[in-house]
Every structure is written in C-alpha cells, then in structure tokens.
C-alpha cells in the first residue's frame, strides 16, 4: 500500500498527490514514469513523476481527469492509499550541458517538464520555458516553473492568462529570434507534441517528446505502447517514453489512442451514473 | 474423510477397467463462460483410475516427469483410499501439483511412458494428481515447519513457477527470502497467461499463500532492473545469493506491414488483459478488450488456443448479451496439425469449442482502414519441405496462392524471449544470442558468482513443470553455497 500523504485541486480537473513511496523516490529521475492502480478493479495508469525527493521518500503525481480511471483516482483523498505504485520506469531523459534549451509545458504536461528543467538548469544549461493551457483554470505550476527557467513564456489558448497563443507560437519566436537553442523537450497531449515537432523541424533542433501511448504493464512484456519511430517500431515504455519528435509517426499514435474509445465511453458514462447515485 | 470404495475383486487385468474420463462442461455452455472446463474426477472414479496402475517394478512412467514425481506410490496410496499419505508422496517431488496436473503436457511426458499405454490407454497420471492436490487444497494444506533461521538472506526475482518453487525450497531450509516481483500479483504466466477456464486463479492464489505461509516475502510492484539492480541486490542490499525466474516474457512480433494497425495484440497483451487484468469482466473491472467478431490467432502452441479460446468466449459473450452474430475465431499456423505444438487436449478442446483451423497458411500482411483499425490480412499457402534443423519439416510459401481475410482482431502467438531490463546493471552474466541466461543444468549456477536461474529465462518458452523443476534444482544448489561458502 503506497499513502497518499498530499492531495490538491490544480484546477477543476487536475490533481496533485505526494505518495510515500521511499523506494521508488530513492530511484527516480526526471523523464521517467511509474504506474499506479488505484483498487482491485482498476486499470493500471502510467503518469509521469511530476516532482520526487528522495530524503522524504515521496513522488509527486499530477494528472488529468479523463476517463473513468482518472476520474475515480481524483476522488481518493490524503490518508487513503493506492494499492499499486510501480516504477521508476522508461528511461530518464539525458540531462548534458546542451548550452540553451528550450522547455515546452503543454496542459498537464508542464508537471513531467517541471522536473526536466529543474535537471537541465541545474547541469548548468539556460532554460527558456514556455506554459501554456487552454485557459487560465487549468494553468498550474507557474512559479514553480519560474524558479528553474532563466526565461518563462506563460500563453493561453484563449488568453484568459498571459498572452493569447497556442504554445507553437512562442516557441517559434524564440527559435527564430536566436540561433543558440541547441535542444528542446515539448511535453503534453500528443497533438500539441506533434504540433511542436512540426515547429521545430525548420530549425534543425533535435526535440524531444515524450509520448502517452496506452500501456498495460510497462515494463515489455506486452507491446501495447508500440508505436513507430524512425521506421522502427518501438516499445514506449522501455525504449522510451522520449524520443526525438521528428521522428515519431503521430498519425499511428494518435490512431492508438483511440484504441478504446467505445468502452472508455461506456465506463464513464457508469461511473457517473454511479456517482449521481450517491455512491 | 470422504468415502472410500476399495476396488472388489481381486485384482483387475490390465485393460479390463477403461481409462476414466474427467467430467466437463459441454462445449456449447463452456464457450460462453471463464469457468474451468475439466470438472475434476470424483473420488470414485480416481479410485477406479487408480486401480488400473500396475504398480510396475521399474516404473517407466517416473522417468518421463522432468521432476520424477512418485508416481506409482501417490497412486498406490490413493487407491488405498490413505490421501494424506497420496498427498506426502506427491509433494516429496512436486510444489504444485495443483497446477501440474491441470497443466502439464502429460501426453508426451509421464503418460507417453506408461507402460500401459503400449497396449492400451496409459494410466491417466495428471488427472490423479490433480484430484489429490484438490483433496489437499479442500482439507487446508499443512504447512511444514521451518528449519531453524541460517540469517542467510536470498533474493528471487519472479514470482513465476520456477521463482516459487526456489524461495519455497529455500525457505524451508530457514534461510530468509524475498521474492520481487515486477508486476502487481504474483503467479507470472499462472496468472497473467494462462486463461481462468484451464487453470482457475484462486488455484494459483492457494499455492501462492503456501509460499507466503512458509515465511517467503513478496515484494511486488518491484522491477528488478528498475527499482533495484542485481548489482545493488548482491551490494548494496546484502543478499548472499540471488536467484533469476524472470521468464521469456518479451512478445515477438512477425515482422509484417500492418502490425501496428488498432486491433492487432501480442498474444501477451490480449491475456492480460483478460486474465489478470479480468476484461472478461470490463465494465465491472476497469480494464478494457477488444471484442473481434473475426479473429485470427497467428501460431499453435498453447498460447495461440488459449487466446484463441478466450476471444472466443470473449465473442459469444457479447453475442448472447447484444443478440448478435457469434463470433469466428481462426487459428492461422504455418505447419500442419501434426505439428501443432499445443497439447493436444487443448487443441480439442478449442475444436469442440467451435475455433477453426488454417493450417499450413501464414499471413503477409495485415490491412487497415483510414482510421488506423485492422480490417484484413493476407496469407500465403504453405507446404512442407525438407526437415530443418529442428527435424521438422520446414514449411515453404506456395506461390501464388495468396488469398484474403477478413478479420477485425487479430492476436500474434508466435512466441517471446527474455525481458532484457533485469539484465540493467548486472554485468558478468553470460548469455545466449537468444537473449537466454547461460545456467548449468543440474545447478542453475549462472557465469556470476552468486547468482543463480531457471525456468524460461534459461530455456526460452517451455513448460510450468521444467520451470519448476530448475527452481528446485537451483534452491538444493544456493542450499548446499549457502551451508559452505561462509
Ligand atoms: C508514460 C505516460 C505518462 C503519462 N503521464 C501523465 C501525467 O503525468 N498526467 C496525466 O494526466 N496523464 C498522463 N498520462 C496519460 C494517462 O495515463 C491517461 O490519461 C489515463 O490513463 C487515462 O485513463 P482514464 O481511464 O481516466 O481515461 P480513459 O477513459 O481511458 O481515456 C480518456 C482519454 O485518454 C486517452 N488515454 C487513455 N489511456 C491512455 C493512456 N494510457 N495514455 C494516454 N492517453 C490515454 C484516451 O485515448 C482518451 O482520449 C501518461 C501516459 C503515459 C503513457
Ligand atoms: C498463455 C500460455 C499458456 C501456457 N500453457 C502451458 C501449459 O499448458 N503447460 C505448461 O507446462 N506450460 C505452459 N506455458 C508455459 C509456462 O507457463 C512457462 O514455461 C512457465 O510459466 C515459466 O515459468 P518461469 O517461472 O520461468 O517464468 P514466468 O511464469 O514467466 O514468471 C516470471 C515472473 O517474473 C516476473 N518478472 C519479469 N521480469 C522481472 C523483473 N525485471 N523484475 C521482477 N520481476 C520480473 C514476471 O512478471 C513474472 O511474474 C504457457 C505459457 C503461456 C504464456
Ligand atoms: S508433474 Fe507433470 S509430468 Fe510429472 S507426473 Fe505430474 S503431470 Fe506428470
Ligand atoms: S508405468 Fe504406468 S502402470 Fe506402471 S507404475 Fe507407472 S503409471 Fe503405473
Ligand atoms: S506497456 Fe506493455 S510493453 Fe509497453
């Protein structure tokens, strides 16, 4: 049993949980992954490691309501547990000294970039980020974000909070603006990953994403994450889950998501049912 | 004590008494549910079973057990009605017999060794040693007691058959075990792979608890690899030996344009989802599966039936809630019914269910729509050659004999290999191009001081009872280390 020690509302439908969890804190790198199993009946959820330290012995897990799954984590509180806590999988990113990078925060994904940066700015690199939402409720993290970047570009989609863009936008700026950027990270849903890809091809940066297939077990042994990259098909959970942006073929993910689309429907639409209940 | 019948007359002649079958679900009502297929024999009919056992001399049936069970003596006591002494016997060489006897090819291991079976049908040693190992599980099994504590700690990774049966062994030798185990129950295959109507879970959850009751601590949630590395196991952590039962659980794939199509599964992913994930009770359990209506399972082994049989109850399921077409399930293997590696009771069983044969076809390629969803697949005809190395005949594509398919799922059960991330940090360690750990094969000892292996992850895929068998070969081997290295 892993305790949920912190529970918070980032924004109407994204939660924030500290897990005591010394084991996998104690192992955990930035870019990687656990996957979490909130009761007997539950799916296993890959989320990335949002925040970790190792002296406390705790992981930070920020995620999205969306489906069922999610939406029956998010009503766990401090004090309940999960029953599953597994990880830290996939690789870590590769944290050098690349002289200016550019972080890019889409949504929930500024929680698995947050600790990216933090790692970059602290091998010495100078960090520009960019944040942005699809309005400013859902926008969390910014000063956090603040503390690790030597420049922060905060944009909504709607402009309810900071400039009024898409997140391609400003990072397009910046990359025209100077020719120094030697390597982008661009986390968030798989459209805006793909989106941002498209952006920085022009400039010949590597960028490197970081990609939410469906997954069962996350550690190989199924092959439900597999998607292909550079002609090759890989297995997201252990060859990854970062890869270099421009080479990963989106359509195929984007059409794997939705593998499941029918009975996400259904399992939602009984869960709410449930819920108006008074379950 | 149940009722015991001896045998009346004196003694029967060989043949005289026909080989007992087990009771089953028909095939029309198991098709449509999870349940176990095979009934279990009831105390008289094993007694009848048991009866027609000679009690050889130099019994020949011993020999074809990889752990040379004590056939003749579990089946004498039996037949005596003593269970208790059947169940002593059984074990003396045998963890989980439970899961043997439902399980293990028994048609080509102990039974293709009885000599009754030159004659006449051999004596059916599996269905007996089921109906003990059930006797025991109903009575609540007796748990031994412990050697005094040696203070040598073990550490196992996996909790697969052959993960089991070492720290099982070793504990009972007092030292102190600790099983990790990388996903969220233990069993491995048992519990993952092999479907709920051919080996039911609480079977594996039974032998699972002896393991737990006899001191064993299963740590799960823990990726070796991962969380630890075996070099930390052996550092850091201070455990005097260690040893590998990862198993070969990395999916192969074909190779083929059109395997990423939605709707195409490993046969890994599609059992377990079913099996541990329980999709054969989505919505009810969280996790979800795909229902084809026209499924084709790629391969013969007892992988490619148990996906196949489980899409088929998968589809009658949906047919009978939603009043719809039933479902047709397609096994698609490149060599002939002779060849089919599966045992064969599975294959007739997944015959009677209503699954249908495509032998000695293979497929090319696999279509999809715009959508990205699998909609066909194209195979060749194939025919046999010369032999291979492997002494079968090697099937070669007759030309021009392609032809289509349509199907909406498709399950690829053409094998898998070791999973490479125990192998992280874990240097000295000598292995095969197969991606198999080299490991003696009376010892388990591996190229690495102190590290031990067996089951899959040496062998490649094989079975439940040479997995075991390593394991136990391996726990006398860390005993005998651990007694004198210090
Ligand atoms: C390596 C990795 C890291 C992730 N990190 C985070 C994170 O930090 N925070 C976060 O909010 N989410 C993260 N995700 C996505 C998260 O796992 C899914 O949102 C979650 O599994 C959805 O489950 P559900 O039952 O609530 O929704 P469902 O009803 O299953 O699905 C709702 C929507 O989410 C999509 N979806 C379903 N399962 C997945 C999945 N496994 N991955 C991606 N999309 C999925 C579906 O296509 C659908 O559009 C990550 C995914 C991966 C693979
Ligand atoms: C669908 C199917 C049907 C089968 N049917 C039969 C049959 O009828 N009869 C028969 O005899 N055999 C059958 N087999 C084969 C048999 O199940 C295997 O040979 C046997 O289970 C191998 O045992 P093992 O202990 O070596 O490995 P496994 O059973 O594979 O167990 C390995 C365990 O190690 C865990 N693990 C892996 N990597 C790590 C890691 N890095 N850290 C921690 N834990 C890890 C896995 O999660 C797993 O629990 C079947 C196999 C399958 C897949
Ligand atoms: S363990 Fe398997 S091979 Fe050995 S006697 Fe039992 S059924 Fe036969
Ligand atoms: S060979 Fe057959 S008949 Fe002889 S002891 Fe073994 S099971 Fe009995
Ligand atoms: S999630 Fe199963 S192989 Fe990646």
Redesign the interface.
Known sequence: MYPILVKEDLAPVTKLMIIETP??AR?AKAGQFVIV?DCE????IPLTIADFDGQAGTVTIIFQEVG??TM?LGRLRAGDSL???????GRPSEIEEYGTVLCVGGGVGIAPIFPIARALREAGNRVISVIGARNKDLLFWEEKMRSVSDELIVCTDDGSYGRKALVTVPMKEVLEQRNDVSRIWAIGPAIMMKFCSLTAKPFDVPIIVSLNSIM??G??????C???VGGR?RFVC?DGPEFDGREVDW??LL??Q???LP??K??RE?FEQECCKGH | MPETTKPDTKKPKPGDIPRQEMPRQPPEVRRTNFDEVALGLTMELAQREAARCLQCKKPSCISGCPVEVRIPEFIHALSEGNMPEAVRLLKDKNNLPAICGRVCPQETQCEAECVLGKKFEPVAIGRLERFVADWELAQGVKVPEPAPPTGKRVAVVGAGPAGLTCAADLARCGHQVTIFESLHAPGGVLMYGIPEFRLPKRIVQAEVDYVKSLGVDIRLDSVVGKLYTLDELLGEQGYDAVFLGTGAGLPLFMRIPGENFNGVYSANEFLTRVNLMKAYRFPEYDTPVKVGRRVAVIGGGNVAMDSARSALRLGWQRALAEGSEPPEVTIVYRRSRAELPARLEEVENAEEEGVEFRLLTNPVEIYGDEQGWVRGMRCIRMELGEPDESGRRRPVPVAGSDFDMEVDVVIVAIGTSPNPLVFTEAGGLERTRWGTVVADEQTGRTTREGVWAGGDIVTGAATVISAMGAGKRAAADIHRYLSSAF
């Open positions: 084991e996998v192992k199993r009946e539950g799916e296993r069922k799954s029956h029953c599953t806590f597994t990880g830290p999988l069962v077990d550690t190989g042994m199924c092959g439900a597999r998607v292909e098909t252990v359509d195929q059409a794997r939705r593998i499941y009975e996400e259904l399992a009984k």
